[in-house]
């Protein structure tokens, strides 16, 4: 069947949003991306870009769930019983008085999540607060709702946060432990942000995936601990980092009851549920996965300690923190921008990091270095790679564009292309 031909040069120019256009790409994902597609043209890359760590997780039976509940969709909440699981979870380990039904929603993801949060609080034009480094969607998100984000610098002391706030501030994103560095905010911290906040009739968001990843549980407080009544203030986290299951998107919020219902109300028109069998299975077998999980998160933290040696034998320096199994890797002198620099060692050295510059204007030099996939030889050896590359002469951009498309491998879409 022969298919219709037009003639186009009299159509008008199709319109893409201003605020879509306004984004860029995910650097990191744009880097695994690259990673992914030098795989499947048979290159080997030593991965210290992705962001998960790969457990060992047996396949528990799905035989056994019931299946008319998991083909059909669920609660716009999240399934009771897993809300009941995570609630006990944190109340358990974390001290908290979540209670599952008024202060739970369970979502597809927590980048959902998040994006839900602000969209309940923002108006076009209102501020959000970021300290560096952020994870890098935060930012983005904010702009898709025709809002401002606005950043604090990486080595700027708490006590100075204040003075970013002004009349249009309507919430303060926060990640803990953080993403990249791996800083542990203490509760007494966490207390001074949040009064720093309500005082100033703006929310606190608490992102934090990475909760269980601390030497010491001790280590770790809560928002929802600091916090009880939950006033003003958003936890999202997921089941993606902590139980090391990226691929189901299952996410969640706390918060106090009116807030969780205004969340519910966006997650109907959006989301309609998480996945339904998925949702069902980690419900069904939530303490048999923590069982399995915690132990290899000790030893990711314990990796992550000697990985901190083997940076301090060999003179990388890196933001301080304990947390997560990522590090925050300084450019020092070199001459070269982290972007320049993770491109040049991934076609030249087959190892893949992320440009500081994803996670802030005040972190372009800086590599994000993660541990959560590699062996530790690997690692090392990759190390040594990276810390000879800081002292190597400036790179010619062009080139290594150039060299991106002789592979065949696409260029990154900045903002506005």
């Known amino acids: 069947m022969s298919v219709p031909q037009h003639s186009h040069k009299n159509w008008p120019e199709l319109q893409l949003s201003h605020r879509v256009r306004s984004i860029e790409e995910a650097l990191s994902i744009y880097i695994n991306q690259l990673v992914y597609d030098m795989k499947r043209q048979g290159e080997t890359v030593t991965t210290l870009s992705l962001g998960e760590a790969f457990f060992d997780l047996p396949l528990f039976d799905f035989s056994k769930l019931d299946k008319e509940k998991g083909f059909h969709y669920s609660s716009s909440r999240g399934a009771p019983e897993l809300r009941e699981k995570i609630a006990r979870f944190y109340n358990d380990r ?240 070199s001459p070269n921008d982290g972007f320049d620099l993770a491109i040049q060692l991934l076609l030249r050295e087959r190892i893949a990091v992320v440009p500081g510059a994803a996670y802030g204007a005040s972190t372009e030099r800086f590599l994000r270095v993660s541990v959560g996939t590699e062996s530790e030889e690997q690692i090392e050896h990759a190390l040594r790679r990276i810390r000879a590359a800081l002292i190597e002469p400036k790179y010619d951009s062009t080139e290594l564009s150039r060299q991106l498309a002789v592979k065949g491998l696409p260029l990154f879409q900045r903002r506005g292309s």
């Open 94 to 333: 974390y001290g908290s008085s979540v209670d599952a039904d008024t202060n739970l929603l369970v979502t597809a993801g927590s980048k959902p999540a998040i994006f839900m949060a602000l969209q309940a609080i923002l108006d076009p034009g209102d501020e959000v607060l970021i300290p560096e480094p952020a994870w890098l969607s935060y930012q983005e998100h904010v702009r898709l709702l025709d809002a401002e984000p606005r950043f604090i610098r990486y080595d700027a002391p708490i006590d100075s946060f204040h003075e970013h706030f002004t009349s249009r501030t309507r919430i303060l994103v926060l990640n803990n432990p953080n993403n990249p560095s791996g800083r542990i905010y203490t509760h007494d911290e966490l207390r001074q942000i949040y009064e720093t906040c309500r005082e100033r009739g703006a929310y606190l968001l608490v992102d934090e995936a990475y909760s269980d990843f601390v030497q010491e549980q001790a280590d770790f407080s809560s928002i929802a601990s600091v916090v009880p009544d939950l006033d003003g203030v958003i936890v999202v986290n997921s089941l993606s980092k902590n139980l090391g299951m990226s691929g189901f998107r299952i996410g969640y919020t706390i918060a106090d009851p009116s807030f969780t219902s205004v969340i519910l109300k966006l997650n109907q028109h959006l989301i309609t549920c998480a996945p339904s069998m998925l949702v069902h299975y980690v419900a069904s077998y939530f303490d048999d996965i923590i069982e399995v999980t915690m132990p290899q998160i000790r030893k990711l933290v314990e990796k992550r300690n000697r990985v901190a040696a083997m940076m301090d034998s060999i003179g990388l320096d890196y933001l301080p923190g304990g947390g997560t199994f990522y590090f925050f890797v300084s450019l020092g002198d």
